[in-house]
């Protein structure tokens, strides 16, 4: 093993063990992502809601990455976000989507109803068995 890959894989486990950030998203899920900000000598967090359009490399990856879109008065927002970064504060999950893509940069040309995603309900565990 390489020494960056060792290094990449420590990296990773000491920010697991100290966030125990959830990654257990795909592209097309709607997250909350919480993050800090510095503006002047203040600090606060702030919530980014929006679908992940697209992630890179795998969560365990120290370099690995996604990009969430929201729609904030009419325009589309986006930010890239890394998965082990230190202003992350956590990651929550909102309702999962079905898409049949690995990356939704064709969002970007859509507007309105359009940009809608099929929301996967799971009503398994909600029926009764007869």
Do not use: C, W
């Amino acid at each position: 093993m390489s020494l960056l890959n060792k290094f990449n894989e420590a990296r990773s486990q000491k920010t697991a063990e100290n966030k125990g950030k959830s990654t257990k998203f795909e592209v097309g899920d709607t997250i909350s992502v919480a993050y800090r900000i510095t503006e002047g000598s203040n600090t606060r967090i702030q919530n980014f809601e929006g679908v992940v359009i697209a992630k890179s490399r795998k969560p365990e990856n120290y370099n690995s990455s996604f990009v969430v879109r929201k729609i904030s008065h009419e325009i589309g927002v986006e930010r890239k976000f890394l998965f082990h970064s230190p202003l992350v504060e956590r990651i929550d999950f909102v309702k999962k989507g079905i898409v049949n893509k690995a990356k939704l940069y064709y969002m970007r040309n859509l507007k309105g109803k359009a940009t809608r995603i099929k929301e996967d309900l799971d009503f398994k565990s909600d029926k009764v068995s007869e």
